[in-house]
Structure formats: C-alpha cells, structure tokens
C-alpha cells in the first residue's frame, strides 16, 4: 500500500495568514492526489484534484501543488471559514488501494 | 443533484455483521461508477473500505478483504455493505460516495453521503 503522510497535524493560524500543508507519498503517485475539507460532523469536501485542479465552486484562495511524492495545499489568505480539517488522498492506479493522509486540523490562533 | 444517504443499525454487537445500504438519488447506478465506502472512527482519520461498480465488480481494501462485502441492487438504486467479525475497532462514522471518475475504481469522490455512526459495543 501507498502511505500518505501529512504535516503538520494541527497549525495554528490567523484570518489573513498564509498557509501551507503539506503531503507525502511513500511512492510516486504521478499527479494523482487529490485535497478535501471536513469540518466537525460533516462529510469531507472536495477542493482540489490531480494535485492542482480546483473543483468547481471551491474559492481560488485554494490551491495545490506537487507531482512525484511530495504535494503542498496552500490557502493564500486564511478566511474564518477556513478553520477545519484537511486531507489527502492517493489514487494511483498501481496502488492495490485507495488511501487518506492522517489530516492536517486547521485551528484560530 | 446526485445526493447518497446511508442508513442501517447504529449499534453492532461485537463479533456480529454491520449492514449498512446507501441509497442514492439524482442519478441512476447503472450508468456506471464505482461506488464506494469510507470510514472515520471517532477523532481519526479517512479510511477508504472498498467500491463496487454496476455489474458488481468490486475492490476492496486489503487490510478489510476478508471481512468484507459490497453488493448493489440496481433495481433500487442502492448498494450495500456487509462487515464481518466486528469489534471495537470497526466503530466509525461510516460514508458512502461517488467517485468523480466515473469508469474507474481508483478515484477520489466528489459526492458523499452525510454519514452514519456504527457503534461497536454490547
């Protein structure tokens, strides 16, 4: 299985900040990752697939970045919205399954 | 608007089989898709389960294989999933969701359902 690692877990930030997360794969998974938001008691929310295309509707404040086995989300101006939990996700066709980076809380300074 | 809602038992004795269905409205099975599973126990992270596709192919993770079953009813409009031998480990909010590519297991999903707690205790 293809491992998915996630840093930092939590971060603490301001509205306004700059923030960056960041995903490491245990193999090469091209450009086949894809970034959710979750917050509390919700299902997860695509923002950005095959490393750096925004879903529809997702604010461009949104972006990604990365190929091979290192992939950053970054927010370029916090929002309050934005507090939450993010994660990765790999789904390269040579894996022999799908797998999720352990999160990354987003927390208000 | 493609919507999934998941429902079945929100309480599993231990050594006993979760049953969990998904409906899904706004869009047909049948006109392709894996449809998957995913779980979250409480406070941890995602856990993809498996995935199951119109004419009942399925892909499930390894580390759960075993104790698995994914099956679909396209005359409902729903599929299903069966875990085996459960015990405290398996308690978890539990999704089901559509990928965003539509001919292939390996996706992420853009559309879920709003999730539902299994609880593993006796």
């Known amino acids: 299985d293809i491992q998915m690692t996630q840093s930092p877990s939590t971060l603490s930030a301001s509205v306004g900040d700059r923030v960056t997360i960041t995903c490491r794969a245990s193999q090469s998974i091209s450009s086949w990752l894809a970034w959710y938001q979750q917050k509390p008691g919700k299902a997860p929310k695509l923002l950005i697939y095959?490393?750096?295309s925004l879903e529809s509707g997702v604010p461009s404040r949104f972006s990604g970045s990365g190929s091979g086995t290192e992939f950053t989300l970054t927010i370029s101006s916090l929002q309050p919205d934005d507090f939450a939990t993010y994660y990765c996700q790999q789904y390269n066709s040579y894996s022999s399954s799908l797998t999720f980076g352990g999160g990354t809380k987003v927390e208000i300074k | 608007q493609v919507q999934l809602q998941e429902s079945g038992p929100g309480l599993v004795k231990p050594s006993e089989t979760l049953s969990l269905t998904c409906a899904v409205s706004g869009y047909s099975i049948s006109s392709g898709y894996y449809w998957g599973w995913i779980r979250q126990p409480p406070g941890k992270g995602l856990e993809w389960i498996g995935s199951?596709?119109?004419?009942?192919?399925?892909y499930y993770n390894p580390s759960l294989k075993s104790r698995v079953t994914i099956s679909v009813d396209t005359s409902k409009n729903q599929f299903s999933l069966k875990l085996s031998s459960v015990t405290a480990a398996d308690t978890a909010v539990y999704y089901c969701a559509r990928p965003l590519y539509s001919s292939s297991w390996y996706s992420l999903f853009d559309y879920w359902g709003q999730g539902t707690l299994v609880t593993v205790s006796s």
């Open positions: 095959k490393a750096s």
């Open positions: 199951i596709y119109h004419s009942g192919s399925t």
